[in-house]
C-alpha cells in the first residue's frame, strides 16, 4: 500500500494521525488557536518553532494568505501572518488569532484553521479556501466544472513533508545566551534554574566559558577555539552496555597553560555503574579512549561495527556546531586573533559579557604583556557620483543608475584597538568574505511594491553590512554607450552600473540579482565602491537597521534633466517624484 492509498484509507475511516505525547507534560501553545499541543495531522497538525518558547501548528500558519513555502520547505512571512491574526476574530469560537480567510470576495468570514473544518470549510490544492456559505457552484449546462472542484479539493491537510519557519537564528541563539540559559554549570541545569537551553540533535549546550587576553594565543586552533568553562552534554553509545546509550558531559579546563579536555561517563539508569572519567589534551585524544572501548565491546559482541578513526574530536564536543561556533567566535577578544579562519564573525545581536580574572581582581593577576601594538592599512576612499540618464526596467524593478565614482585613496596606518575593544572592526577583505557565503540567505527576490521585481530582507539586516555585491560584466565607457543604445532599440531594460570614468558594469544580459534593487528617494541601502583584494567592486551596504521582510532600496542619484523626466514610484514620504 502506498503512501497516498493509506493516507485515503485513514481519511475515509476518520481516523487522524496524533503522536502518543501527553498534553499533561506538554505545555507548548498555539500563538494561532491556543491549542496546547500537537495537533491532529488532518487538522492544526505539528507545532513547529517560531521563535525561542514560542511555537504554532503547521497548518494554522501554512493556511494563513500571507504566508508562503519556499522550495526547500521554508513558511515565510509567519511574523507578518501572526501580526494580522491577533487582530482578528474567528465567526465560529469569538477568539482572536484566527488565520484562515475565505476567498470570496467582499466575505468577511475568518476562522481557526480547526474551527474551519468544523464549520465545514472547503480546502483546495491552489491554497484557497472557502466557508460553507461560498462553496464554488458548477454551471447547470455543464458537468465537468463538477469534477474539477472535486479534484482540487484536498481529501486531507496532512503534512508529511519536511516543513519549517524561516527565522532569524542569530537573534534566537542571542536570546537564549542574554536570558541566563547558557551560563551556569551543570548544578544549575539538575536545579531547573536555567529557562532555556540550547539544543543541536543530541548535544545539549551547557556552558560558553571564557577567555581572559594573555590566554587567547593558547586556546585555539586554526579552526576552533578552547574557552576555559565550556561544557557540553552529549547522548552517544555506552561504552559498558551494548545497544544502549548514555550521557556524555563534555568540559574543557586550564592546565598548565593549555586547553584539557574531560569527558565524564555518566549512567543515571545504571546506579551501580560508576562514573567513568576520560582526559587528554586534545579533544581527537579523549574521545578516541572512549571510542575505542565501544569499538572493542561491538566486536566481541559481532554487532555493527564502529570506525573511530573516522569520527572527529571537535566534531563530538561541540565545537564545529554552527550555531556553536557562532557564539564561540562572539566572545570577547577573538576577533583580535590573526591566525583563527573565522567562520561567521562576531554576532552582532550577541553581547557576552568580559571575562572574570580566576583571582577576583586584576591586580592581583600576574603582569603578562598582552596589548601588542600592530598596524593594519585599511584603504580609506572619497566617493562622488554623478550619473546618465540609464531607463530602469519596466518588467522588472532595480532599474541601474550609472555613478562615475572618482576614488582618491591612501594608505591609512591604523592602530588596533585591545582585544575587548567594541571598536574593533574586521577588514573590507574578511567581510567580503563573509558576505559572499552568507548573501543567498539574507535577501530574496519577489514582487516589488515600486515597481516589477525586488529585493528583500530574508532576516534583519544590521546597519554597515554588507549586503550583496552588484556584479556583471566589466567593460568600457565606449562600448557602454554602444550598448545602451542597443539595448533601447530593442526595448530591453538596462542594469549599468558606471564603476570609474573608464569602467563599467553591465548586468543587463550576465548580472547578479543586486540589479532588481529598486530606487528610492527615502533608501535602506547605500551602494558604495570598495576596494577588495586590489580590485574595486560595488557593495551595496545597509545604511541603516533593515527587517526581516522589508524591500531593499536605494538612491540612484541620476543627474537632474529638464527633459527625459523619469517618473520616481518609491512612495516614501522624502518622495522628489522625479528620479532625474
Not at 511555537?55 to 508562503?68: G, I, R, S, T
Not at 521554508?74 to 501580526?83: E, R
Not at 486531507?156 to 537573534?171: A, C, G, K, P, Q
Request: glycine share 8%.
Amino acid at each position: 500500500m502506498t503512501e497516498n492509498e493509506l493516507t485515503e484509507m485513514l481519511y475515509r475511516a476518520a481516523i487522524c494521525i496524533r503522536p502518543a505525547a501527553d498534553k499533561a507534560t506538554d505545555k507548548r501553545q498555539c500563538l494561532f488557536c491556543y491549542g496546547q499541543g500537537d495537533g491532529v495531522s488532518d487538522g492544526p497538525a505539528r507545532l513547529i518553532n517560531f521563535d525561542v518558547d514560542r511555537w504554532v501548528h503547521l497548518n494554522c500558519a501554512l493556511w494563513h494568505e500571507e504566508v508562503f513555502e519556499m522550495v526547500n520547505g521554508a513558511l515565510m512571512n509567519v511574523d507578518t501572518a501572526l501580526k494580522q491574526s491577533l487582530t482578528q476574530t474567528c465567526v465560529h469560537c469569538g477568539r482572536n488569532g484566527a488565520s484562515v480567510k475565505c476567498f470570496k470576495l467582499r466575505c468577511s468570514s475568518v476562522f481557526h484553521l480547526g474551527c474551519a473544518v468544523k464549520e465545514g470549510c472547503v480546502f483546495l490544492k491552489n491554497k484557497s479556501v472557502y466557508c460553507s456559505q461560498h462553496l464554488p457552484k458548477c454551471s447547470s449546462t455543464s458537468s465537468t466544472s463538477v469534477v474539477d472542484i472535486k479534484e482540487e479539493q484536498l481529501t486531507t491537510l496532512s503534512v508529511f513533508r519536511r516543513v519549517y519557519i524561516n527565522r532569524d537564528e542569530n537573534r534566537q541563539v542571542a536570546t537564549v545566551m542574554h536570558s541566563g540559559g547558557v551560563a551556569g554549570p551543570l548544578s544549575q541545569l539538575d536545579a531547573g534554574e536555567q529557562s532555556y537551553l540550547l539544543r543541536v540533535g543530541s548535544l545539549t549546550f551547557l556552558s560558553v566559558g571564557q577567555l581572559l587576553p594573555h590566554q587567547l594565543a593558547a586556546f585555539h586552533s586554526p579552526n576552533c577555539i578552547y574557552p576555559i568553562g565550556y561544557q557540553v552534554v552529549r547522548f552517544y553509545w555506552s561504552p559498558r552496555q551494548i545497544h544502549k546509550r548514555c550521557r556524555y558531559l563534555c568540559s574543557i579546563e586550564d592546565c598548565e597553560g593549555r586547553p584539557q579536555f574531560n569527558v565524564v561517563v555518566q549512567e543515571p539508569d545504571r546506579p551501580h555503574l560508576p562514573d567513568l572519567f576520560f582526559k587528554d589534551w586534545t579533544c581527537q585524544g579523549v574521545w578516541q579512549q572512549i571510542l575505542g572501548a565501544i569499538e572493542e565491546m561491538r566486536r566481541q559482541e559481532g554487532v555493527v561495527r564502529l570506525f573511530p578513526q573516522f569520527l572527529n574530536g571537535e566534531d563530538l564536543f561541540g565545537l564545529t556546531e554552527p550555531a556553536i561556533v557562532r557564539v564561540l567566535e562572539s566572545l570577547p577578544g577573538i576577533e583580535s586573533l590573526t591566525d583563527y579562519n573565522f567562520k561567521y564573525g562576531r554576532n552582532p545581536l550577541l553581547e557576552l559579557p568580559l571575562a572574570v580574572n580566576p583571582t577576583g581582581s586584576a591586580r592581583s593577576e600576574p603582569k603578562l604583556r598582552t596589548h601588542v601594538k600592530r598596524f593594519h592599512a585599511q584603504r580609506t576612499t572619497g566617493t562622488s557620483r554623478s550619473s546618465s540618464n540609464t531607463s530602469a526596467s519596466s518588467s522588472g524593478g532595480g532599474g541601474s543608475g550609472s555613478y562615475s565614482n572618482s576614488l582618491s585613496s591612501g594608505l591609512v596606518m591604523v592602530d588596533l584597538p585591545g582585544p575587548y575593544s567594541k571598536q574593533f572592526v574586521h577588514s573590507k577583505s574578511s567581510q567580503y568574505k563573509k558576505m559572499k557565503q552568507e548573501w543567498r540567505h539574507n535577501i530574496y527576490l519577489a514582487r516589488s511594491k515600486i515597481q516589477g521585481l525586488g529585493l528583500y530582507a530574508a532576516r534583519d539586516i544590521e546597519k554597515h553590512t554588507m549586503v550583496i555585491e552588484y556584479i556583471g560584466e566589466m567593460i568600457r565607457a565606449e562600448l557602454a554607450e554602444c550598448r545602451e543604445k542597443r539595448y533601447e532599440a530593442a526595448n530591453r531594460g538596462i542594469y549599468m552600473f558606471r564603476l570609474d570614468e573608464q569602467r563599467v558594469i553591465d548586468a543587463t544580459l550576465c548580472g547578479g540579482l543586486a540589479r532588481y534593487i529598486n530606487h528610492s528617494c527615502g533608501p535602506n541601502c547605500v551602494a558604495e565602491a570598495v576596494e577588495v583584494e586590489r580590485d574595486l567592486r560595488i557593495i551595496i551596504f545597509a545604511s541603516r537597521r533593515i527587517s526581516r521582510g522589508e524591500e531593499l532600496s536605494y538612491d540612484y542619484k541620476f543627474d537632474i534633466e529638464d527633459d527625459h523626466k523619469i517618473p520616481c514610484l518609491c512612495g516614501a514620504p522624502s518622495c522628489r517624484k522625479w528620479m532625474n
